[in-house]
Nanobody
Framework: QVQLVESGGGLVQAGDSLRLSCVASGRTFNQYVMAWFRQAPGKEREFVVLISRAGGRTNYADSVKGRFTISRDNAKNTVYLQMNSLKPEDTAVYYC???????????????????WGQGTQVTVSS
């Protein structure tokens, strides 16, 4: 099982960009579908985006489509989240999650992901 560590969060202004990284331990990273979720204060953790094991397929939440881009580098055991045109409503703790899946299907449910990172705070000021 992999372990996940996120980094790259911070305090930015509306319209700015940030890139989050999630580094996985272990040698089986390419067997995992990877996703980003986020949780704003007082709200449920919500799905943001996921990427297939080889990186060829993605699925985005409507709220971030066109602004966020997920990518992965299996040689570096890392998944990235490039966030552009940030808005105050993007303020949240962002979590990296992994799903050990032999096939591709779109899942936005937290319960489908068995491994989580500790989260990284993103704060967007207006």
């Amino acid at each position: 099982q992999v372990q996940l560590v996120e980094s790259g969060g911070g305090l930015v202004q509306a319209g700015d960009s940030l890139r989050l990284s999630c580094v996985a331990s272990g040698r089986t990273f390419n067997q995992y579908v990877m996703a980003w979720f986020r949780q704003a204060p007082g709200k449920e953790r919500e799905f943001v985006v996921l990427i297939s094991r080889a990186g060829g397929r993605t699925n985005y939440a409507d709220s971030v489509k066109g602004r966020f881009t997920i990518s992965r580098d299996n040689a570096k055991n890392t998944v990235y989240l490039q966030m552009n045109s940030l808005k105050p409503e993007d303020t949240a703790v962002y979590y990296c999650a992994a799903r050990n899946s032999a096939g591709w299907y779109v899942s936005t449910e937290r319960s489908d992901y068995g491994t989580w990172g500790q989260g990284t705070q993103v704060t967007v000021s207006s």
